[in-house]
């Protein structure tokens, strides 16, 4: 199982961004998608998560300004960043609780960059 992060980049404060990731392999299910992300100097924190039935959580500091989604068929997760602000900074990670034929874990992919700076 891999997952493949996409979409990072430099926007300017105010802006947005929308991150993509997808899973690839022999996946029976996907259960729990999320993103996490991991400032320069910082420990990786939450970001924000989706069930396979669509709940969403988000981290009280992106409540209101971030939208986490997924496509289903295509195994793949999004989030919609807005009125991003120079503190959403980071290295953003997607994560999937997946059932495969190797088994059932949790799976990171390989972090996209996400930089906010006039």
């Known amino acids: 199982v891999q997952l493949q992060a996409s979409g990072g980049g430099l926007v300017q404060p105010g802006g947005s961004l929308r991150l993509s990731c997808a899973a690839s392999?022999?996946?029976?299910?996907?259960?729990?998608m999320g993103w996490y992300r991991q400032a320069p100097g910082k420990q990786r924190e939450y970001v924000a998560a989706i069930t396979s039935g669509g709940s969403t959580n988000y981290a009280d500091s992106v409540k209101s300004r971030f939208t986490i989604s997924r496509d289903n068929a295509k195994n793949t997760v999004f989030v919609q960043m807005n009125s991003l602000k120079p503190e959403d900074t980071a290295v953003y990670y997607c994560n999937a609780d997946v059932s495969a034929t190797v088994g059932r874990g949790v799976y990171w992919g390989q972090g996209t960059l996400v930089t906010v700076s006039s």
């Open positions: 392999g022999s996946i029976f299910r996907i259960n729990d």
